[in-house]
């Protein structure tokens, strides 16, 4: 629902700028066109590299990954979620997936708040589009943080 008032809020204001100069909407929606195109080609780098890499490794590996318990399997968690990144509506059922294989909650806590907040493997693409200096200021802090919501969790759960 939330993504159709976007859209809806979003041709308004599109039909209102054209209406107000036609030209200068044209030009936004070129240099839009060219972002966007000049997008594609990190982003399915990025979802082909996680697809591999949650391909090759067999499901058996990931749970024993997330089995390790104390502060080295939870370490070894939030740099696995950190490398790797996913969007929520694909981590979620993985993490859902890795309970019914023995992992603990409070690594998937973990593995979870790193995976959807810090990314290593989409830094370059962060990079270049934000500059460095911001990449790893968010990356860092989001790292950070990352760690305080898993322990947290371990905590409450």
């Known amino acids: 629902m939330l993504s159709l008032a976007l859209v809806a809020i979003t041709v ?61 399997g939870f370490l070894l968690v939030t740099v696995a979620g950190a ?10 059922p993985l993490a859902g997936s890795l309970v019914k294989m023995g992992a603990s909650l409070s690594s998937m806590a973990a593995f979870i708040t790193t995976l959807t907040m810090v990314g290593l493997v989409t830094a370059p693409l962060e990079a270049a589009y934000f500059g460095r200096r911001f990449t790893i200021w968010r990356q860092g ?11 947290a969790m371990g905590v409450v759960l």
Request: cysteine-free; glycine content about 8%; hydrophobic content about 55%.
């Open 83 to 92: 490398v790797v990144t996913m969007p929520a509506p694909v981590a979620f």
């Open 12 to 72: 308004l204001a599109l039909a209102i700028s054209q209406a107000k100069d036609p030209e200068r909407t044209r030009q936004a929606l070129r240099i839009a066109r060219r972002s966007f195109v000049a997008l594609i080609p990190g982003l399915l780098g990025m979802t082909a590299l996680v697809g591999l890499v949650l391909a090759a490794l067999p499901p058996q590996v990931l749970s024993d990954l997330f089995r390790h318990d104390g502060p080295l």
């Open 141 to 151: 802090l989001s790292f950070i943080l990352a760690v305080g919501i898993g322990v």
